[in-house]
């Protein structure tokens, strides 16, 4: 039961801040950038700043789908970022290629995050099952080694989620120093940009904390059955 509040708890908070999130983009989506420039445009241009030819920019699919993609060095940005000429699109896409940023000055955290995925894209799949027999065998034989092995998997993702934290945050304070700096967006631009990004990098820090929260009570569930 406790498991089932925990997560209760932090899908609503992050439910809200997702909301807030696409409030704040649809609201930055009406303040166009002076000089005119659409998402696509200012990626190429903060790539060419930084001396970067080989990242790819694409049109993905979806609203709020943008994301850098290390292994392909490919920029994929939304519909709505790649040809949207406001704040909005600004942000996103030079937050993406703040990460392609990272990737080409071998930013630690950033290598770091992409040597785990391998394993978290497994312990996120077994995960879940994982919990469900763990929890549903109280008193049965062998249910804690079950639950180790969900620890286990919860640590994985955990420390991924937590190593997310400083990779996002980097990439938005490098695409908000390279807005500033190349005057692409300034005053109003700049604050609209700022604030929007921050609200992004709080959803990885809902994240990260629920992730957190459910493995130090997996811990604590293991601990009270020794």
């Known amino acids: 039961m406790g498991y089932f509040v925990i ?28 000089n ?48 949207g000429r406001h704040v909005a699109a600004a942000a996103v896409a030079a937050h993406e290629c703040g990460h392609a940023v990272q990737h080409n000055t071998a930013y630690a955290w950033l290598k770091f995050r992409s040597a785990m995925v391998p394993a978290v894209s497994f312990a996120a799949k ?20 079950l639950l180790y092995l969900t ?17 996002e945050f980097d990439a938005s304070n490098r695409a908000l120093a390279w807005l500033d700096e190349s005057h692409f967006a300034r005053g109003r631009e700049y604050e609209g940009a700022k604030d929007a990004l921050w609200w992004a990098a709080t959803t990885y820090v809902v994240a990260a904390l629920s992730s957190l929260v459910v493995l130090l009570y997996l811990i604590m569930s293991l601990a009270g059955r020794d």
Do not use: C, W
């Not at 077994?126 to 062998?142: D, E, H, N, S």
């Open 126 to 145: 077994a995960q879940q099952y994982l919990l469900l027999f763990a929890l549903g065998m109280f008193g049965v034989g062998g249910s804690n080694f």
């Open 151 to 167: 620890i286990a998997a919860f640590g994985i993702t955990t420390i991924f989620s937590l190593v997310t934290l400083p990779v």
């Open 7 to 34: 997560v209760g708890i932090f899908s609503l908070i992050g439910m809200v801040v997702s909301n807030r999130l696409k409030s704040k983009f649809a609201r930055y989506s009406n303040v166009p950038l002076a």
């Open 36 to 83: 005119g420039r659409s998402g696509a445009e200012v990626a190429q241009t903060m790539l060419h700043h930084y001396g970067i030819h080989d990242v790819k920019i694409t049109q993905g699919q979806g609203m709020l789908t943008d994301h850098y993609n290390p292994a392909t060095k490919t920029v994929s940005l939304s519909p709505e970022v790649y040809h």
